[in-house]
Antibody, heavy 123, light 107 residues
Framework: QAHLVESGGRVVQPGRSLRLSCAAS????????MHWVRQAPGKGLEWVAV????????HYADSVKGRLSISRDNSKNTLFLQLNSLRPEDTAVYYC????????????????WGQGTLVTVSS | DIQMTQSPPSLSASVGDRVTITCRAS??????LNWYQQKPGKAPKLLIY???NLETGVTSRFSGSGSGTDFSFTISSLQPEDSATYYC?????????FGQGTKVEIK
């Protein structure tokens, strides 16, 4: 059973950087694409980024392109999200999720989720 | 980019009622549409994948249908534990997008 634990969220000033981590266990991490999804306080879900199982292919939401960067270390079963030039609108709970590739599509179904880590951007 | 329009934003219904939520894509996404449930303070949970397929372990009260641009999610007989926010999500291509969510409350 997949177990995902995010960490690294904290209060940070606008313009600063932060790196979030997601520790994976209970499955073969290197076999699965992984996602980050965020949720601003009281708002809906916003898909942020996805990375292929081998870390080669990455895709981002338009709203974060150029500022957020997804990466992974398959030797340590860990997913990362680097957040640069943080803005107040980046304040959110950040979830990592495993792509379970359900049905006929190769990717896009988020079947297992962590509990999230809160990033607050404020001076 | 594909945009997702989900409705209604919220609804209130009685236990035992049949409840339907709709999701419309701005372009054809075939059947690449998932539904998730999120309860307050919790992570989302996958309920339905590829429009109509029930995730393992999910109650058969939940069902989904649709293809192309128009999709629906139905709770056949609303139960107290179904109080939550429900989201659709398209995965026909990146960037993946979620609908705005529908908050379901019990009268």
């Amino acid at each position: 059973q997949a177990h995902l634990v995010e960490s690294g969220g904290r209060v940070v000033q606008p313009g600063r950087s932060l790196r979030l981590s997601c520790a994976a266990s209970g499955f073969t991490f290197s076999n699965y694409p992984m996602h980050w999804v965020r949720q601003a306080p009281g708002k809906g879900l916003e898909w942020v980024a996805v990375i292929s199982y081998d870390g080669v292919r990455k895709h981002y939401a338009d709203s974060v392109k150029g500022r957020l960067s997804i990466s992974r270390d398959n030797s340590k079963n860990t997913l990362f999200l680097q957040l640069n030039s943080l803005r107040p609108e980046d304040t959110a709970v950040y979830y990592c999720a495993r792509d379970d590739g359900r049905g006929s599509a190769a990717a896009g179904t988020l079947g297992s989720w962590g509990q999230g880590t809160l990033v607050t951007v404020s001076s | 980019d594909i945009q997702m329009t989900q409705s209604p934003p919220s609804l209130s219904a009685s236990v035992g009622d049949r409840v339907t939520i709709t999701c419309r894509a701005s372009q054809d996404i075939a059947g690449y549409l998932n539904w998730y449930q999120q309860k307050p303070g919790k992570a989302p949970k996958l309920l339905i994948y590829e429009s109509a397929n029930l995730e393992t372990g999910v109650t058969s009260r939940f069902s989904g249908s649709g293809s192309g641009t128009d999709f629906s999610f139905t709770i056949s007989s609303l139960q107290p534990e179904d109080s939550a926010t429900y989201y659709c999500q398209q995965y026909n291509g990146v960037p993946y997008k979620f609908g705005q969510g529908t908050k379901v409350e019990i009268k």
